[in-house]
Structure formats: structure tokens, C-alpha cells
């Protein structure tokens, strides 16, 4: 059975399907977003954006690059692109969210992270966004790995601190504790105000964006009404 779940054609299946029902449940949440100006102020000057969130909020995310282009028409267009692992979980997961809209950079720390980098330093140089889980593919849970502040630094760009939530989910009892949106649900996105890296000394951002991570998955969930 376990052989038969990772050949690729079943894998490919098994990730239209996960992609699908997201796109129901996403569609048929009820949607607000809050702390958004400072980051599409960023988007009307023609600054690109680093859009980071904890990997558990994956399912609930890739709803934001709709959301923005209804709140502001210089990011329509835009094509959001999302770091995800080589490994065969980081191929499952860029197959089920494709059809939001995101293309897909291959690599993580571990593996081909060096030709990320190029890929998404491209990516920014272009104008478009770059969606990035610090702590994917596989934790620990709620610890950055250095690329992402490697990035900013290296780009100028900011990072986005951003997390969703919905009133109606499931946590998933994997590594991240991953939320799993319901339908008919009330959602809410959070963003946090934009983190500039300095192009010295990156690695000291690191606890900085963490903190803004985490105060978002707070604020977002108040929100939704989770944990009342």
C-alpha cells in the first residue's frame, strides 16, 4: 500500500484532489483581511514582496494573492511564486497548490538551495512576489532557517509576516500541527508590517520575523474566533 501511495501517477491524483477540495473550502469561507496597507503600499510603488508564513498555515495561505488583487489593482497580474523541497512531500504539496496561481521554485536548505536562491532572487528582480514557509519542509515546527533573511538581504525586498485561519478547521496531526480549512467557515488573513533585512548582520532578523510569525498566527486566529 505504501508503495502503491508514493508511486507518481497516484501521487499526482491524490494532490488534484487535496487541491480541489482546498479550492472549495477556501471559496466558500467568508474573508477578511487586516494589517494589509503597509505591504500593498509596498505593491503599488512596484516593490516586490517576500510573503513568509509558518508552513502548518499552508492550506489556509494561497487565498491571499486573490484577496490582494481585490484590495488593490497594482497587484493583479503579479505572479506569486512559492519555495517548495525538492523532496517528493515538496512536489506533492506545489501540485496541490498550483492551481491558485503560484509557480514553483524548487529547493530547500539541504537541497539545491543555492540555485533557489538565483531562481527567486529572478523572481523578485521581475516584480513578482515570493512566498516562502522559514520552517518547511519538515520543522522543527516554528524555527526560521536562515534563507529566508538570506534573501531579503540579498534583494532588498521586505518580508511580509502573514498567517490565516479559519473559524471552521481541523488541525492535522503531523510535525507542524497543520490547519485544514472547512468549508463554510469565517477566514481571516493577517499581515504583519514589512521587515527590512539589513544586507549585514542578517541572521539577526531571524528572532525578529519569528516574533512577527508567531504575533500573526495570534492575531489571526483572535480573529477567527479560535481558542474564544
Same mark, same amino acid.
Given at each position: ?56 498555515? !499552508? ?61 527567486? !532572487? ?37 518580508? *511580509?509576516? *502573514? ?66
Amino acid at each position: 500500500m505504501r508503495k502503491l501511495i508514493r508511486h507518481p501517477a497516484v501521487q499526482a491524483g491524490l494532490a488534484r484532489v487535496i487541491g480541489a477540495y482546498l479550492a472549495f473550502a477556501l471559496r466558500t469561507t467568508r474573508w477578511r483581511v487586516i494589517g494589509a496597507e503597509p505591504a500593498l503600499a509596498e505593491v503599488r510603488e512596484g516593490r516586490p514582496l517576500i510573503i513568509a508564513f509558518w508552513h502548518e498555515r !499552508l492550506p489556509v495561505v494561497p487565498v491571499l494573492f486573490r484577496l490582494a488583487a481585490e484590495l488593490e489593482p497594482a497587484a493583479t497580474g503579479l505572479v506569486p511564486h512559492v519555495l517548495v523541497s525538492q523532496h517528493r512531500d515538496g512536489r506533492f504539496i506545489g501540485a496541490a497548490v498550483a492551481r491558485f496561481g503560484f509557480r514553483m521554485v524548487y529547493g530547500s536548505s539541504s537541497r539545491g538551495g543555492a540555485e533557489a536562491l538565483v531562481q527567486m !532572487l529572478r523572481v523578485l528582480r521581475a516584480g513578482n512576489p515570493v512566498a516562502i514557509t522559514p520552517d518547511g519542509p519538515r520543522g522543527p515546527r516554528r524555527q526560521p532557517a536562515p534563507g529566508l533573511v538570506q534573501l531579503a538581504a540579498r534583494s532588498g525586498a521586505v518580508i *511580509v509576516p *502573514v498567517a490565516g485561519a479559519t473559524s471552521h478547521h481541523r488541525i492535522l496531526p503531523s510535525w507542524d500541527r497543520m490547519m485544514m480549512p472547512l468549508p463554510f467557515g469565517r477566514g481571516v488573513i493577517a499581515c504583519g508590517a514589512p521587515v527590512q533585512v539589513p544586507r549585514d548582520g542578517a541572521e539577526s532578523a531571524l528572532p525578529i520575523v519569528a516574533a512577527a510569525l508567531d504575533a500573526a498566527c495570534a492575531r489571526a486566529d483572535a480573529e477567527a474566533g479560535i481558542g474564544r
